[in-house]
């Protein structure tokens, strides 16, 4: 078991370590992307360039570069480029935003996803499943920053019912925080509802049929019983590992589409600005943090599989 | 919908049971065909290709003009009134119902419905070739680190780790500015920066290792079968095997996810354009159609519901038609794309 553990912890660094390599390269790869040039503006002379590329170390070679950097994200002393502000500063302004999005849709599209999931087993092949699939279908097929301008544009703009857009720290006012971040929300929950809803059914649909479920019918426990305890139980497994994962990937800025639809100062928006800019700094932090809370949830769901389960400790 | 019939297996028609002389795919397409909705949702996916791909025969024909034609000074004679393409405030006329201007123009006067056609052109070329890198390479990746297992299998699976990792929409928006720029220049693959590949390499990239990793978990398992083993057996080499014996019973599974990849393919593309890392202007794509209408908001609504809600459409026609295409081919299959 701590075997299995540390074999992941290893591959969980050496993932992270090529990202960062990668991102880095990306950025270096970008013609009349020269830093130094866009550091010291349009009019500076050569000169100035070149005492800039010296202090930043632009000159070094690439791999030295990269050396400094790095050095520079794990002493949380990194700073933009073209704004010249400490970026670690910057994420930790931005992640309140992004985790006011992230719990809220997170809890909304979890509950939902699993009750029209339930919903949709129960009745399997009836009119309330196909209605549900084809709502799961078309939330599946909205783009985020589509339906957001839909509601913004209806519920905001033409009847004022909502603000349009921004956000409201919530130790200031937590009322208009909450006002704020529920268009968001929905946006941000639909996609997922719609995915979970999915997956929540054909997980029940596969657990109805397992033999634990049949021992526990022929014990003559209600049917009432026999579902909420076993089959609804254990079907979500699958679903509550996969809401860790998406989890991880919104806090580490994969709600860009939303945040910028919505004018959330997140890290997702922080992190398009940036790329906007092509200041790799802040690219390479947001990058990197986004991708060790996706390796590091995947990792974690990996052990605790691996203790609830012991067969996938077997089969692996 | 994947394990529909599962609690009913008991009613389970003739049609469904495998008989003799009738094959997989002749099977699911007896399914499929009784799948009436699938097939409707499919027929919407096709009518809008059709669509699409007669835009120049109706921007010459019925609208008169060019995708990236300016009438900005225009008027145009709408039930018998003469009305300004754009007002001398700069909003832009809504849907005309008439051939010209049938939905509107744009703020520069450009026919929204002739850049919508040109657009679903551009955001399909991009979805199709984008599923077309995805299922090539994610193909035979997975069918070589699945055969292979060992060493090959533990550099490609990180290699697919490394891009499942990095989220997938910052490493779009990453290359496609980057790209954007300066375009590639690896010898003999040059690309331009505003080069429809440039969006469409970049989906295609992102995509692999969904489709990748269950295909190297279907390898694994089919590479103990006897059949293989008796094609080992008989001297066949590795290249053989991959390709006569082991391809073949992954085809149920490519068609499965081809609808999957283009689906989401196309919402890609209109994401990577909602933010500037797509199809460059003045290139119309549904994404970049949508994006520049929401700036536009208060005074021509219909620059964003257009794009938006043919966007959906296509989308939407894609996956219901994948999803019982599945459900005819394979059941039981759990195929699906995580986001």
């Given amino acids: ?67 400094i950097t790095m050095k520079k994200v794990f002493t949380g ?34 509950v939902l996803g699993i009750v029209f999931g339930v919903l949709s087993a129960l ?14 279908l078309i939330g599946i097929s909205t783009p985020v920053f589509f339906l957001a301008a839909v509601l913004l544009y209806f519920l905001a703009f033409k009847t004022g019912v909502f603000p349009n857009g921004g956000y409201v720290s919530l130790t200031d006012d937590p009322v208009q925080w909450l006002y704020h971040m529920i268009l968001p929300w929905i946006a941000l929950s639909v996609l997922f509802i719609g995915f979970y809803s999915r997956v929540m059914r054909s997980s029940i649909l596969d657990t109805v049929n397992e033999d634990y479920v049949r021992t526990a019918r022929s014990k003559g426990i209600s049917e009432r019983r026999v579902m909420v305890r076993h089959v609804v139980r254990n079907s979500l497994i699958p679903v509550i590992s996969l809401w860790g994962l998406d989890f991880a990937a919104i806090i580490g800025g994969g709600a ?15 992190a398009a600005q940036s790329i906007g800019r092509l200041d790799v700094p802040p690219v390479l932090v947001v990058v990197m943090f986004g991708a060790f809370f996706v390796v590091f949830f995947s990792a974690v769901v990996d052990v605790l599989y691996a203790l609830l389960d012991p067969r996938i400790r077997l089969s692996s | 919908m994947a394990t529909a019939q599962a609690p009913s297996a008991a009613e389970t028609s003739a049609a469904d049971a495998p008989r003799a002389g009738i094959g997989p795919y002749k099977l699911g397409a007896i399914r499929l065909r009784r799948n009436k909705v699938a097939l409707a949702f499919g027929a919407l996916f096709v009518v809008i290709v059709v669509l699409c791909l007669l835009a120049p025969v109706y921007a010459k024909q019925v609208a008169h003009t060019t995708p990236n034609e300016n009438h900005v000074t225009d008027q145009i004679r709408v039930g018998g009134k003469l009305r300004d393409v754009v007002s001398p405030e700069g909003v832009p006329i809504g849907p005309t119902w008439h051939g010209r201007f049938l939905l509107g123009a744009d703020q520069n006067g450009r026919d929204v419905a002739v850049r919508l056609l040109y657009g679903g052109r551009n955001s399909l070329e991009i979805g199709l070739i984008a599923t077309l890198i995805t299922v090539v390479f994610a193909t035979i990746i997975g069918t070589v680190a699945g055969y292979f297992r060992g060493g090959a299998d533990a550099v490609l699976s990180r290699g697919l780790d490394l891009i499942w990792a990095y989220p997938a929409v910052l490493l779009g ?50 590479r103990e079968k006897e059949f293989i083993d008796a094609a080992r057996v008989q001297g066949f080499g590795p290249l053989h095997i991959m390709r006569s014996e082991i391809l073949p019973n992954l085809a149920s599974t490519i068609l499965v ?41 208060p005074s021509g609504i219909h620059l964003t519901f257009v794009p938006g809600i043919m966007l959906v459409l296509c989308v939407l026609g894609i996956n219901v038609f994948g999803d019982g295409a599945r459900d005819a081919l394979d059941p039981r299959a759990k195929v699906r794309l995580e986001h």
């Fill in chain 1, 123 to 136: 009745h399997a092949g009836g009119g309330l499943d196909r209605g549900l699939t084809v709502l799961a």
């Fill in chain 1, 256 to 270: 860009i589409l939303t945040e910028s639809a919505f004018n959330l100062p997140g890290v997702g928006n922080f």
């Fill in chain 1, 77 to 110: 002393k990194v700073v933009s480029y073209t704004q010249s502000l400490n970026v670690v500063d910057e994420i930790k302004r931005d992640l309140p935003v992004t985790f006011s999005l992230a719990i809220g849709a997170g809890i909304i599209w979890l």
């Fill in chain 1, 1 to 67: 078991m701590v075997r299995f553990a540390i074999r992941r912890l290893v591959s969980m660094i050496v993932v992270l370590a090529a990202i960062s390599v990668l991102t880095f390269l990306i950025f270096q790869a970008i013609p009349n992307g020269d830093p130094a040039q866009r550091l010291a503006g349009r009019t500076a002379t050569p000169e100035t360039v070149a005492a800039i590329r010296r202090t930043w170390g632009f000159d070094k070679p690439i791999y030295d570069q990269y050396a």
């Fill in chain 2, 257 to 297: 996810f081809v609808p999957l990849i283009l689906a989401n393919a196309i919402l890609l593309e209109a994401g990577l354009s909602y933010l500037g890392a797509g199809v460059q202007p003045p290139n119309p794509s549904w994404g970049t159609m949508i994006s520049d209408g929401i700036r536009l908001i």
């Fill in chain 2, 173 to 222: 928006i990453a290359l496609g500015t980057s790209l954007a720029l300066g375009g590639i220049n690896l010898g003999l693959f040059k690309l331009q920066g505003n080069s429809l590949m440039v969006p469409a390499v970049i989906i295609g990239v992102v995509y692999i290792p969904y489709m990748a990793k269950p295909m190297r978990g279907q390898v694994l398992t089919l």
